[in-house]
């Protein structure tokens, strides 16, 4: 079974650009997340979403940071502009299920990991 | 406010040694409790999960938690560290709302 796909890599910009992630959940798996993770900290939840719909969006930068899953399968991730404080990995993850609270374990990609400068 | 805490930012253990890394929630009621490893360069994986029934817990790799509700811990324990261990380790509980806590870095000394 195929995990989840990330891409970029890696990717170094300079502030104001804007940048673009994309992820390819494991086939089937209804939900879906995005994560920031920042050096020397665990992983934070920017964005839920269960099927291309948005579950959770509350800790989001709404100014700069946008995400969309058109039809349910892949989603982006932009930032436009870019801020320094933004360089950090961007992991994506999925999981089966429909629902908030499940015994339904979250798979992760490998991340993308940002620089900003 | 709901909160995942790892008092250890970073241990060294010998390989060989037994292994215990600490972690401690705050939540009104008991949440889901995971563990993840994470190595360099690579995404999350899952160690163990904890949702109810025996607070003894059995993952890869010859992990093993134990939820203490008296404690609000659920502390990842190993017997023998075997040199591939060393990475970064995060707990996280899932209470509606996944959260991590900020990590352990394990370096393991040949």
């Known amino acids: 079974e195929a995990g989840v796909a990330q891409s970029p890599r890696y990717k170094i910009i300079e502030k104001r650009q804007s940048v673009a992630f994309w992820c390819n959940p494991i086939s089937g798996h209804a939900t879906l997340y995005w994560y920031q993770q920042i050096l020397g900290q665990g992983p934070k939840l920017l964005i839920q979403f269960q099927n291309n719909g948005v579950v959770d969006d509350s800790q989001l930068p709404k100014d700069r940071f946008s995400a969309e899953r058109l039809k349910g399968v892949d989603s982006t991730l932009k930032i436009q502009p870019a801020k320094l404080e933004d360089s950090a990995v961007y992991l994506c993850?999925?999981?089966?299920?429909?629902?908030?609270?499940?015994?339904?374990?979250?798979?992760f990609g490998p991340g993308t990991r940002l620089l900003v400068l | 406010a709901q909160s995942v805490t790892q008092p250890d930012i970073h241990i060294t253990v010998s390989e060989g040694a037994s292994l215990e890394l600490r972690c401690n929630y705050s939540y009104g009621a008991t949440p889901y409790l995971f563990w993840y490893v994470q190595s360099p360069g690579q995404g999350l994986q899952l160690l163990l999960k904890y949702f109810s029934g025996d607070t003894l817990v059995q993952g890869i790799k010859g992990f093993e938690a134990e939820f203490k509700r008296s404690q609000s811990s659920f502390n990842l324990r190993k017997p023998s560290v075997h040199w591939s261990d060393a990475a970064e380790y995060f707990c996280?509980?899932?209470?509606?709302?996944?959260?991590f806590g900020a990590g352990t870095r394990l370096t393991v000394k040949p």
């Open positions: 993850a999925s999981r089966l299920s429909y629902g908030g609270l499940s015994q339904e374990t979250q798979y």
């Open positions: 996280a509980v899932d209470n509606n709302d996944m959260r």
